[in-house]
């Protein structure tokens, strides 16, 4: 069983819609929950950065976590066509010794539609 | 305020050679992360670095190897490449402390024949 669980979709929706991606995950000890967005060709862009359990918004974007469920989601309202792209939800171990690792969920290709 | 940067962008080698990527982090950061790739994946950690050492490693054979300059830059060397190690290599750079966020540059594709 992998650490992280993500549906890879693809996930095709119409402009304007709301958007839910989620990520379950197994392991305790993630401390940090991350949200990155990926276009073709690109690295991995930071979209959200959350620690605690509950929601933290910034613009279009809200993002959810249920350490009690191990869940986490991210919400995108007003989808545009321009939000088209992977997105790839990650989370981050805080290790002995030092130093910190992220594990990520396969990525979900989202494509918005005019 | 330059980002990220990695070189080359995209690589191609044989069987059996050596490649060497380089990674330049985001200005003030001093931690530095590697990454793999590989098609319809997500990123699998390989290691990371700090203070010019290597402070944890992911589950990589030791042909994966890397080093960090005293300027924070840091470069990944892959011995006895196997075909699969195509991938797209990924290195991230963060300021050292548990809170703090990773921030990825666009890559260096590497294509094994």
């Known amino acids: 069983q992998k650490e992280v669980e993500q549906d890879p979709g693809p996930l095709s929706v119409p402009e304007g819609a709301i958007v839910s991606l989620n990520c379950t995950y197994s392991n305790s000890a993630f401390q940090y929950f991350m949200w990155y967005r990926q276009y073709s060709r690109k690295g991995p862009e930071l979209l959200m950065y959350?620690?605690?359990?509950g929601n933290k918004e910034d613009g279009r974007f809200t993002a959810q976590v249920d350490k009690s469920s191990k869940y986490i989601s991210l919400f995108i309202r007003d989808s545009q066509p321009s939000d088209s792209a992977t997105y790839l939800c990650?989370?981050?171990?805080?290790?002995?010794?030092?130093?910190?690792?992220?594990?990520f969920g396969t990525g979900t290709q989202l494509k918005v539609e005019l | 305020d330059a980002g990220v940067t990695q070189s080359p962008t995209h690589l191609i080698k044989t069987r059996g050679q050596q490649v060497t990527l380089r990674c330049s982090p985001k200005s003030g950061h001093d931690t530095v992360s590697w990454y793999q790739q590989a098609l319809g994946q997500g990123p699998q950690f390989i290691f990371q670095y700090y203070e010019e050492e290597e402070r944890q490693r992911g589950n990589f054979p030791d042909r994966f190897s890397g080093h960090q300059f005293p300027n924070y830059s840091s470069e990944l060397n892959v011995n006895a490449l196997l075909l699969g190690d195509s991938a797209l290599y990924l290195c991230?750079?963060?300021?050292?402390?548990?809170?703090?966020?990773?921030?990825f540059g666009d890559g260096t594709r590497l294509s094994i024949l």
């Open positions: 990650a989370m981050k171990e805080v290790l002995t010794g030092g130093g910190n690792k992220l594990t």
């Open positions: 991230a750079s963060s300021l050292a402390g548990r809170n703090q966020p990773q921030h």
């Open positions: 959350t620690y605690s359990s």
